[in-house]
Nanobody, 119 residues
Framework: QVRLVESGGGSVKAGGSLRLSCAASGSAANMAWFRQAPGKTRGRIATINNDGRTTYTDSVKGRFTITRDNAKNTLYLQMNSLKPEDTAMYYC????????????????WGQGTQVTVSS
């Protein structure tokens, strides 16, 4: 089991940027960022595998960038052009298998970091 700790959340005005970090206690195969807005279900927004291949949900494409530093066991999410609808709790998750992508009930999860975007 890998322990994950997110950081970097905060409050920002629309159009601003934030960089989230997720420090892992060990190595991981696939890693992902999820978010949960008030009153909504948690959803996956970006993934990255050990080779650096990435996927994004449509709502963040072109604005968010997921990266990882395997030497530091750290996952990042650079968020630019933030919108009020990006307000949510952001979670990182990981799996130890290259054949499994983090999902609800699957993988290790952090406790989350809050991002609030004001208009």
């Amino acid at each position: 089991q890998v322990r994950l700790v997110e950081s970097g959340g905060g409050s920002v005005k629309a159009g601003g940027s934030l960089r989230l970090s997720c420090a892992a206690s060990g190595s991981a195969a696939n890693m992902a960022w999820f978010r949960q807005a008030p009153g909504k279900t948690r959803g996956r927004i970006a993934t990255i595998n050990n080779d650096g291949r990435t996927t994004y949900t449509d709502s963040v494409k072109g604005r968010f960038t997921i990266t990882r530093d395997n030497a530091k066991n750290t996952l990042y999410l650079q968020m630019n052009s933030l919108k009020p609808e990006d307000t949510a709790m952001y979670y990182c998750a990981s799996t130890g298998s290259r054949y499994q992508c983090p999902d609800e009930g699957l993988g290790d999860w952090g406790q989350g970091t809050q991002v609030t975007v004001s208009s």
